[in-house]
């Protein structure tokens, strides 16, 4: 049974998806944004590798705005050894945050199809969601910065992946082929043993 008292020696990971349509956030036949693709399957297998795993789910998702992501972000334990995951907003939502807050170290920190709106798209309405310098320095405050990206992502997501690589010092690159923006549409699947195996056995 467990001890009360190693909670906080728990490992744990926060989750944090992507920008939904508006139309898929308010259609009920499609699942909450933190349980779409693949991070249901992902919260499971964390779990069963006695990783505790939360996916936030920050109000109006599909109209980011940065201070309401960042609350809902907080509500979670981040330690030293607190694994980050984010896919296409949420990583660019984490690559801010890390930037903001110097004083934070975490544990690995995984961006999967990172968007950080290059084009300053106005459609997209994220209002100053992305107005910030990235810190070159920021990695040095995880236990190691990886970037996953597919060949046959759409442009803005390759130019933000530029920019990441380019801005932030001792980022790995993950290059994959054929594996779109990571969706499930994409994968064919909500399984994604690559990122598992980034995680947990690397």
Known sequence: MLDVQNI????????????????????????????????????????????????????FPWQPRYELWKKEFERFDIKADTLLIGHSCGAGFLVRW????????????VLVAPWLNPENDIAQDV??????????????RTKGLIVFNSDNDVESIQKS?????????????????GYGHFCISDLGTVEFPELLAEIVYS
Do not use: M, R
């Open 161 to 177: 992946v530029q920019t990441i690589l380019e801005s932030i010092e001792n980022v790995e690159l993950q290059e994959f082929s």
């Open 98 to 109: 890390l930037t903001e807050n110097k004083n934070q170290f975490v544990g690995k920190v």
């Open 8 to 59: 906080a020696e728990l490992k744990n990971a926060i989750l944090v998806p992507g920008k939904p349509g508006k139309a898929e956030y308010y259609d009920a036949s499609q699942p909450t944004n933190s349980n779409n693709h693949w991070f249901s399957w992902l919260a499971k297998h964390l779990q069963i590798n006695d990783i505790f795993a939360v996916a936030i789910e920050p109000p």
């Open 127 to 140: 209002a100053d969601f992305f107005e910030f310098e990235i810190d070159p320095k920021l990695s040095e």
